[in-house]
T-cell receptor, first 114, second 111 residues
């Protein structure tokens, strides 16, 4: 089945040690998103790619970066994780950015910072 | 951005219909009404969306008020697997408007 795959499901990193989370999709969608979801909160959009065009949300910290080397893959880089960055990170895709285009989410990577 | 208001939580009995309400009194003419749900330990899942007319799919039905200031997600027969947080989200139909989650309704289903 076509889907959005996030690896790993659980990631542990040390305070200040760079970490990369990965996402792949078999839907051939143009748009890929990264959301952060902290415990008992709703998901919050960090940024998205429309094809190769990167779009950062205004309040996303500089500590968070992203790369999209091709249509299928997208990476979230956290340069210097702090304790406050512990969260579930969700990747999603959509065919385009219009409101008639639903998002398809992966099951997330839960990041722990020690 | 137009906002939505949902009850924090609701309870339902298994095998019975569930009506999840959403108020969006400041909705604009180009806002689509989207519903997603998030089961425990999973990513959000698209349920249904609509603009003006009621919509049905294999998962649920969406009833939209005539003035569009409220909508109701209808699960026709709740199962234990429907226990989740349900998000009602308005999404303006322009390229710059992203999917922004609000508080959602936590649905509990009793056997």
């Amino acid at each position: 089945d076509a889907m959005v795959i996030q690896n790993p499901r659980y990631q542990v990193t040390q305070f200040g040690k760079p970490v990369t989370l990965s996402c792949s999709q078999t839907l051939n969608h143009n748009v890929m998103y990264w959301y952060q979801q902290k415990s008992s909160q709703a998901p919050k959009l960090l940024f998205h790619y429309y094809d190769k065009d990167f779009n950062n949300e205004a309040d996303t910290p500089d500590n968070f970066q992203s790369r999209r080397p091709n249509t299928s893959f997208c990476f979230l880089d956290i340069r210097s994780p702090g304790l406050g960055d512990a969260a579930m990170y969700l990747c999603a895709t959509s065919k385009d950015r219009g409101a008639n285009s639903p998002l398809h989410f992966g099951n997330g990577t839960r990041l722990t910072v020690t | 951005d137009a906002k939505t208001t949902q009850p924090n939580s609701m309870e339902s009995n298994e095998e019975e219909p569930v009506h999840l309400p959403c108020n969006h009194s400041t909705i604009s003419g180009t806002d689509y009404i989207h519903w997603y749900r998030q089961l425990p330990s999973q990513g959000p899942e698209y349920v249904i969306h609509g603009l003006t007319s009621n919509v049905n799919n294999r998962m649920a039905s969406l009833a939209i008020a005539e003035d569009r200031k409220s909508s109701t997600l209808i699960l026709h027969r709740a199962t234990l697997r429907d226990a989740a947080v349900y998000y009602c989200i308005l999404r303006e139909n322009n390229a710059g408007n992203m999917l922004t989650f609000g508080g959602g309704t936590r649905l509990m289903v009793k056997p």
